[in-house]
Nanobody, 127 residues
């Protein structure tokens, strides 16, 4: 039902910042838990961050805590990932994901917990 389109990826130097955006279609965006995942060449697609429908609850992978911030603007049907203190190991293709659900019902850290995905956007961090 929901369609997702990521933007904001690009090339950034180590230590720099970048903000990714994900635009969603539909009239019930606030009912969706939203997540960000990333996949580097030859590796699995891994969880980065998730946010509840209201935006009041968030969850992060240990590797990005204190560096990345997930947020959403339900009036704009958008979710964001603010990335700071970027390192070369953060280089990956980043994907936005959505699923209908209640925050307390799941961890929302696994790919199979989401029902819709965007096309992804490349983030490259140079040293």
């Amino acid at each position: 039902q929901v369609q997702l389109v990521e933007s904001g990826g690009g090339l950034v130097q180590a230590g720099g910042s970048l903000r990714l955006s994900c635009a969603a279609s539909g009239r019930t965006f606030s009912r969706y838990v939203m997540g960000w995942f990333r996949q580097a060449p030859g590796k699995e697609r891994d969880f980065v961050a998730a946010i509840s429908g209201s935006g009041l609850n968030t969850r992060y992978a240990d590797s990005v805590k204190g560096r990345f911030t997930i947020s959403r603007d339900n009036a704009k049907n958008a979710v964001y990932l603010q990335m700071s203190s970027l390192k070369p190991e953060h280089t990956a293709f980043y994907y936005c994901a959505a699923t209908r659900g209640y925050w307390s019902s799941s961890s929302y850290t696994r790919m199979n917990e989401y029902e819709a995905w965007g096309q992804g956007t490349q983030v490259t961090v140079s040293s």
